[in-house]
């Protein structure tokens, strides 16, 4: 029987990444996922790496930051080993502003981006172009942090990548070697059924992929939808977000989310939609990603509760996560341990 030094269950952007990170360092690495890599959550078709608003900083707003920074080498590195494409790049993002109250709110932010970013990218307020046509005060932010990869294909792309590095991605295997939990809403369900209060939870979400080709134009984010442009042609437009739900059927939410993004962006209306998709977020009750010592599952690790933003935190979650099994050398921040949803 083959040994591993860790065994990662769950082949989703938070699994597959720290098995990536960790057989970079010569870690040897098997993920067993019985469904398959993509299969869950990040078999999606989003993929919005955008940041938070840069005021009020908190270690939650500086991690994201300091992940989507390290995002363009980290998704190039996985492209080159594994052959296949991710869709990274960073192509910025576009919010129309509504009123004065937002005008005002919209420049504050583009004051303290200047300290909190670091010089290292920049939000700025410009006039609306062709590209976001319906914005009420005729202006815009443009901030040049955003990025934007293909979900789905970022995921396969990371299995390989494992592959490619001497790992195994198989349906079953015994454990062997440290263990890691990112099974995704799984784990939330039944971590919930151990403790005494709910731990996390699924949030559905569906989302739509269009025929539109704006490939090197930032993305839109109006109206709450995002509109995603993609390497391939292909536009995304997301998302619902649904706390209560009996299954992943796609239904007339939907449509209110093409509606609104139509609002946003008129041109879009007549591309046909080429896909419809829902999948469920994993959200931690703390709504941060919950990493670290698994609280249930004594000697074992946990990478979960990714919800929103499980893809912009990939790359230095899986550095963090990488560091505690590999080493022992513990850098979560304040908030982000397990503990703090129970
Ligand atoms: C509609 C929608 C839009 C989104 N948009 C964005 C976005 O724009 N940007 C962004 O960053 N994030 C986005 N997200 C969130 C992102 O997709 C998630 O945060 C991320 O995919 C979570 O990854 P995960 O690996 O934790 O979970 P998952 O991808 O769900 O993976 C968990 C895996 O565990 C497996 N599993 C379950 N039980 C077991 C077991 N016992 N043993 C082994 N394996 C098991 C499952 O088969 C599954 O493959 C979106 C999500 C949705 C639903």
Same mark, same amino acid.
């Given at each position: ?21 960790? +057989?970079?360092?010569? =870690?040897?690495?098997?993920? &067993?996922? %019985?469904?398959? $890599?993509? #299969? @869950? *959550? ?117 299995? +390989?990548?494992?592959? =490619?590095?001497?790992?195994? &991605?198989? %349906?079953?295997? $015994?454990? #062997? @070697? *440290? ?164």
């Amino acid at each position: 029987m083959a040994s591993y030094d860790i065994t990662v269950r769950g082949a989703g952007v938070m699994g597959l990444s720290v098995a990536y990170v960790c +057989a970079r360092r010569g =870690a040897r690495v098997q993920v &067993v996922d %019985p469904n398959g $890599p993509a #299969s @869950g *959550a990040s078999g999606g078709i989003v993929g919005a790496l955008a940041p938070h608003t840069p005021e009020n900083w908190n270690p939650k707003k500086a991690f994201q930051f300091d992940s989507l920074m390290m995002s363009g080498d980290f998704w190039q590195g996985v492209e080159v080993t594994s052959g296949l494409p991710t869709g990274y790049a960073r192509t910025g993002r576009i919010q129309p502003i509504a009123d004065d109250h937002a005008l005002g709110l919209a420049q504050a932010r583009a004051e303290t981006s200047k300290t909190l970013w670091q010089g290292r990218a920049t939000w700025t307020i410009e006039d609306a172009g062709d590209w976001a046509p319906l914005s009420p005060s005729g202006e815009i932010i443009h901030d040049t942090l955003s990025a934007r990869l293909m979900p789905r294909q970022a995921t396969l792309s990371l299995a +390989a990548a494992v592959t =490619a590095l001497g790992g195994s &991605v198989v %349906p079953d295997a $015994p454990d #062997s @070697g *440290a263990v890691l939990w990112a099974t995704g809403v799984t784990d939330l369900d039944e971590m919930t059924a151990q403790h005494t209060r709910l731990v996390g939870a699924g949030i559905k979400g569906q989302a739509a992929l269009i025929a539109y080709d704006a490939r090197d134009l930032p993305q839109l984010f109006g109206d709450t939808v995002h509109i995603i442009p993609h390497h391939d042609g292909t536009t995304a437009i997301g998302s619902t977000t649904e706390r209560d739900f009996k299954n992943t059927d796609l239904d007339a939410l939907l449509d209110d989310v093409l509606t609104r993004a139509y609002g946003v962006a008129p041109m879009l209306r007549d591309a046909p939609v080429i896909e419809r998709w829902a999948g469920v977020r994993p959200r931690a009750r703390s709504r941060a990603p919950m990493i670290g010592h698994h609280p249930f599952r004594t000697g074992h690790f946990i990478a979960n509760g990714g919800f929103k933003i499980g893809f912009g935190m990939a790359p230095k979650l899986a550095e963090v996560m990488a560091d505690l099994i590999l080493e022992g050398r513990d850098a979560i921040p304040d908030g982000f341990e397990a503990t703090a949803s129970l």
